[in-house]
């Protein structure tokens, strides 16, 4: 008679976060299942160089550069039986904005107001309404 093994490919069941803030710590733990109860390997086939993973906890992590951009990521975890599965993904990093505000009122801009200089540029009344923008 013959026996048949077969290997499960083991199956990612988290979504990874997909934005950060400049120069703020990311993290995304990587949750995966296995039908066999294999041991689980993880690695990174695509990242950035600021990102990380623990091989055996499926931890990414990382601090996001100092500049706004979109990096793709790819994290391979395979089981002790070589069976594999992939997710891919992208990060953004952000810009921190939190508020701005401004008053109602008028404002003058020119080259160096109130000092003397107001002939080289000429100087402007600017009216503004209240306005306040804030991070969605």
């Known amino acids: 008679f013959t026996i048949t093994v077969t290997n499960t490919t083991p199956a990612i069941t988290s979504s990874a976060e997909t934005s950060v803030l400049l120069s703020s710590s990311y993290s995304y733990d ?3 299942t296995d039908a066999d109860n294999q041991i689980l390997t ?3 086939t695509t990242a950035p160089n ?3 993973i623990n ?3 499926g931890m990414i992590s990382g601090t996001a550069p100092n500049e706004p ?3 793709s990521v790819v ?3 395979t089981d002790s039986g070589a069976a594999y599965i992939t997710q891919s993904f992208t990060i953004t ?3 921190i904005v939190e508020f701005v505000s401004v008053s109602a009122g008028t404002f003058q801009m020119g080259d160096n107001i109130g000092g ?3 002939n080289k540029l000429q100087v402007y009344n600017v009216t503004l309404s209240a306005f306040h923008i804030s991070q969605v």
């Open 50 to 52: 600021w990102l990380s």
């Open 69 to 71: 951009g979109t990096y």
């Open 30 to 32: 990587v949750n995966v």
């Open 93 to 95: 990093v952000n810009i």
């Open 116 to 118: 003397g200089y107001s």
């Open 42 to 44: 993880y690695s990174l």
């Open 55 to 57: 091989s055996a906890s």
């Open 75 to 77: 994290v391979k975890v």
